[in-house]
């Protein structure tokens, strides 16, 4: 079973990925920003993080830089709000890392999990998930 880390600020929105990612048989944990998320990293067992860009106390690029810096084939899937335009202004994204720009349908983050685990960040729009 794949174990993926949301480190997500919106608690109901985390609460909501979580269901629907264990629905699809995956184990899911859950952090509120970025420290917390660094420290369940740590712990180790992660296949995936769903990390969302824009965070309080430590913002998603930070932690994902930690991350990389501990585990370079970490496989991450980034979740934001903000234009794609924004976010490379205050946050350049790098190669084979997927952005996933709120609001996204059901589908949508299936496919874009199950590409990033498979190592195809860009899946067709009508791969099953």
């Known amino acids: ?43 180790g067992g992660i296949d995936l993080i ?3 860009v ?7 690029r930070e932690a994902h830089e930690k991350m990389r810096a501990r585990r370079p084939d970490l496989k991450v899937l980034f979740a934001s ?10 946050f350049v994204l790098h190669s084979g890392v997927t952005l996933l720009q709120k609001p996204y349908a059901r589908a949508a983050l299936l496919r874009a999990v199950r590409g990033v685990l498979d190592g195809d960040p860009n899946p067709p729009a009508d791969s099953a998930p």
Do not use: W
């Open 54 to 60: 824009v965070m309080p106390e430590m913002g998603g």
């Open 1 to 43: 079973m794949k174990k993926i880390l949301i480190i997500e600020d919106e608690r109901p929105l985390a609460e909501a990925l979580k269901y629907t990612l264990e629905k699809e048989g995956y184990s899911v944990d859950t952090a509120n920003d970025g420290a917390a998320g660094l420290e369940r990293f740590r712990a």
């Open 81 to 90: 709000g903000y234009s794609e335009n924004a976010i490379h202004t205050n």
């Open 50 to 52: 769903l990390l969302d």
